[in-house]
């Protein structure tokens, strides 16, 4: 039987997380998506968190272990806060999080450590492509063994803090497969291109990244000759995907339902109007369902099952749902909805993009 009783550790992570969202991120939220920038010291205080250091073993430098179902309970909380924050935060766990489930002993022992100090460590992987519909098993990206080297020849888009990162998980098409490749920042033929203009999350920088006969040595294939299962890796984003959708479909629900009990016309609070009600507890129904449709998903992962369905599923409902929700917000403000004073057109945009954020966050 399923059970999602939540142990002391979890209910004390979602608090100390919602409780960092609503004061430090929340706040800061409109001037970032304004500005394009996101505080640095804002970052380190969400690294200072200890969440990614906290699912790397003690053998590997961290204090802990993964778990797939804290993961999402957390990254719910940042997105609730802020979606291009929760991205940026959970950036460098693209790297750390796949070594964990796909990675050697050795790349373990050469690459996890920098993930479990205490300063914020710039990382991110690069999965998107610039292409109509996309579709992460069919990459254009290649991967060529040419000696003891792999050479990396393809166009990724969405990829966040490129600019920054001191390394990149590249995923490319080795032979009938999807392969993960270690590309650290400086190596030749790797081009970081200018940072992409975007509809939404705005705060947070996105590059294309062009890779011309880019070399990597070989033991810097994830999982080096035995590869990795990028199946199992792309569960794990879903889940984050669809945990992070919740949570901006839940601040958005939130901030409609209480300016709906404020919100007086004719004598009376807009809440109590039927229409407004039944939109009201339909946005709720929804960020439930699929709250409860993630945490499915990641429970399997969590006892070692095959979550395929339960996660593809749940990033599937969570993409449209996100933009249910958001947009349901917007109607409830009415006018107020659609100017920059009430954050719920920040929340519309963000989640519009939900169906393109392919591999943007793992848990």
């Known amino acids: 039987m399923i059970s999602f009783e939540l142990s002391a550790e979890q209910k004390m992570l979602v608090e100390t997380a919602a409780k960092f969202a609503r004061e430090r991120v929340r706040p800061l939220a409109r001037e970032a998506d304004e500005s394009g920038l996101l505080p640095p010291d804002l970052l380190e205080s969400a690294w200072q968190l200890g969440f990614i250091p906290g699912s790397i073993p003690e053998a590997h430098g961290g204090?802990?272990?993964?778990?797939?179902?804290?993961?999402?309970?957390?990254?719910?909380e940042l997105a609730c806060g802020d979606l291009s924050f929760a991205f940026a935060a959970m950036a460098p766990a693209l790297v750390a999080f796949p070594l964990l489930t796909?990675?050697?002993?050795?790349?373990?022992?050469?690459?996890?450590?920098?993930?479990?100090?205490?300063?914020?460590?710039?990382?991110?992987?690069?999965?998107?492509?610039?292409?109509?519909?996309?579709?992460?098993?069919?990459?254009?990206?290649t991967a060529k063994r040419a000696g003891d080297s792999y050479v990396l020849d393809g166009r990724k888009c969405y990829v966040p803090l490129a600019a920054q990162a001191g390394l990149l998980l590249v995923y490319a098409?080795?032979?009938?497969a999807v392969q993960g490749f270690l590309v650290e920042q400086g190596t030749a033929g790797l081009d970081i291109g200018e940072r992409e203009g975007n509809m939404?999350?705005?705060?947070?920088?996105?590059?294309?990244?062009?890779?011309?006969?880019?070399?990597?040595?070989?033991?810097?294939?994830?999982?080096?000759?035995?590869?990795?299962?990028?199946?199992?890796?792309?569960?794990?984003?879903?889940?984050?995907?669809?945990?992070?959708?919740?949570?901006?479909?839940?601040?958005a629900a939130e901030y409609a339902r209480d300016y709906a009990k404020q919100r007086q016309q004719f004598g009376e609070p807009i809440a109590s109007r039927q229409a407004i009600a039944f939109m009201l507890a339909d946005m709720a129904i929804e960020t439930d369902a699929t709250r409860l449709m993630a945490?499915?998903?990641?429970?399997?992962?969590?006892?070692?099952?095959?979550?395929?369905?339960?996660?593809?599923?749940?990033?599937?409902?969570?993409?449209?749902?996100?933009?249910?929700?958001?947009?349901?917000?917007?109607?409830?403000?009415?006018?107020?909805?659609?100017?920059?004073?009430?954050?719920?057109?920040?929340?519309?945009r963000n989640a519009r993009g939900f169906a393109a954020f392919d591999g943007l966050a793992t848990v």
């Not at 929700?325 to 909805?337: I, K, S």
Request: net charge negative.
């Open 173 to 176: 098409k080795d032979g009938a």
């Open 102 to 141: 796909g990675g050697t002993l050795g790349q373990r022992d050469r690459y996890l450590p920098r993930f479990a100090g205490d300063v914020y460590p710039p990382a991110t992987a690069a999965l998107l492509e610039p292409c109509y519909q996309f579709d992460p098993s069919q990459l254009a990206t």
């Open 63 to 76: 204090f802990g272990e993964r778990s797939a179902v804290s993961g999402a309970l957390f990254v719910e």
């Open 295 to 348: 945490w499915e998903a990641a429970w399997k992962l969590d006892r070692g099952e095959d979550a395929a369905r339960e996660a593809y599923l749940a990033k599937l409902y969570a993409d449209d749902m996100a933009l249910k929700v958001a947009d349901g917000a917007v109607q409830v403000l009415g006018g107020h909805g659609y100017i920059r004073e009430h954050p719920v057109e920040l929340w519309l």
């Open 200 to 251: 939404g999350i705005k705060a947070l920088p996105t590059y294309e990244v062009t890779l011309s006969d880019c070399r990597v040595p070989a033991a810097q294939r994830l999982g080096e000759a035995a590869g990795c299962d990028f199946a199992k890796l792309l569960d794990y984003s879903r889940v984050a995907l669809s945990a992070m959708a919740v949570g901006v479909a839940r601040g």
